[in-house]
């Protein structure tokens, strides 16, 4: 793993840890509370707050997943370096656009 690569996957380890615990508190609260989706996704309509926890939340989960799976494929597979970052670099930009979608669906 190359030097930037060991500080994204960290950094984005500790952007998500605080991010993970939040969203569980939120989700537990939200269902003792008795909230159902529809009730929840009123409340985050037009947030812009809500907007930007998750979508720090897709953009870190997404580098740090790209970042694993091309650890993960540089070690478990005899592929050449490039056909190993196309696929994880592509991987990446899936999880942005996917993650982006459900952002913008739970505060539009």
């Given at each position: 793993m190359s030097p930037a690569n060991f500080v994204l996957q960290r950094a984005t380890a500790l952007i998500m840890a605080p991010l993970v615990i939040a969203?569980?508190?939120l989700i537990i609260a939200a269902v003792q509370g008795g909230l159902t989706g529809e009730e929840i996704l009123a409340r985050?309509?037009?947030s812009l707050g809500w907007g930007v926890f998750y979508g720090l939340f897709v953009l870190a989960a997404a580098?740090?997943?790209g970042i694993g799976l091309q650890t993960?494929?540089?070690e478990w597979t005899n592929l050449a370096k490039q056909p190993?970052?196309?696929a994880?670099?592509?991987f990446m930009v899936l999880l942005i656009v996917l993650g982006g979608r459900a952002v913008y669906a739970v505060i539009a």
């Open positions: 969203h569980l508190i985050t309509r037009g580098v740090h997943a993960i494929l540089r190993v970052t196309i994880s670099h592509g």
